[in-house]
T-cell receptor, first 115, second 111 residues
Framework: KAGVTQTPRYLIKTRGQQVTLSCSPI?????VSWYQQTPGQGLQFLFE???????NKGNFPGRFSGRQFSNSRSEMNVSTLELGDSALYLC??????????????FGPGTRLTVL | TQLLEQSPQFLSIQEGENLTVYCNSS?????LQWYRQEPGEGPVLLVT?????EVKKLKRLTFQFGDARKDSSLHITAAQPGDTGLYLC???????????FGTGTRLKVLA
């Protein structure tokens, strides 16, 4: 079974620009979660999509948005980039069911650098 | 608000030593996962524990879930340089699909 894939792996943008990151979950998984990881703040939850609907949202400004398609692939968009948005963005997929064995599997991440 | 505190935050040890990492909360979790992450990569799932008191072994790694399902520990026997990385615990709230991640333990094993 193929794992979670994320594209692109690396991205360099300048302040004020916008960026779109993509995530393809494991086949059969309907939940995709996005996280931001920085050295100072650790792993922070952005949002979760399940069956094309945002089911959970973290405490990030509205510049961060996402969507999920009918094939469960997800995209995350950050508009008006700021220097502080430089981070590793991780996508994780799971079945999305409230079950004890609802394990999350992570992709390799997209390293975003904002200059 | 559910929180997961990991300790220690940083650990630097010599090859061959043993170590234990703790993951503690005041909340009950229906399951708990442990991940290892290497620089620039996504976390890799090591194990999931579900039953209170459960012990799982993965080669030199031993994972335990607390009896009350509020805490967990990861013990590494005879650490090797390949064990170097960031260890993260993540709990799933009872009856939910929400994940709470721990603060992380950065381990460095010196040859």
């Amino acid at each position: 079974k193929a794992g979670v894939t994320q594209t692109p792996r690396y991205l360099i943008k300048t302040r004020g620009q916008q960026v779109t990151l993509s995530c393809s979950p494991i086949s059969g998984h309907r939940s995709v979660s996005w996280y931001q990881q920085t050295p100072g703040q650790g792993l922070q939850f952005l949002f979760e999509y399940f069956s094309e609907t945002q089911r959970n949202k973290g405490n990030f400004p509205g510049r961060f948005s996402g969507r999920q398609f009918s094939n469960s692939r997800s995209e995350m968009n950050v508009s008006t980039l700021e220097l502080g948005d430089s981070a590793l963005y991780l996508c994780a997929s799971s079945t999305g069911q409230p079950s004890s064995y609802n394990e999350q599997f992570f992709g390799p991440g997209t390293r975003l650098t904002v200059l | 608000t559910q929180l997961l505190e990991q300790s220690p935050q940083f650990l630097s040890i010599q090859e061959g030593e043993n170590l234990t990492v703790y993951c503690n909360s005041s909340s009950v979790f229906s399951s708990l996962q442990w991940y290892r992450q290497e620089p620039g990569e996504g976390p890799v799932l090591l194990v999931t524990v579900v039953t209170g008191g459960e012990v799982k072994k993965l080669k030199r790694l031993t994972f335990q879930f607390g009896d009350a399902r509020k805490d967990s520990s990861l013990h590494i026997t005879a650490a090797q340089p390949g064990d170097t990385g960031l260890y993260l615990c993540a709990g799933v709230g009872s009856g939910t699909y929400k994940y709470i991640f721990g603060t992380g333990t950065r381990l460095k094993v010196l040859a």
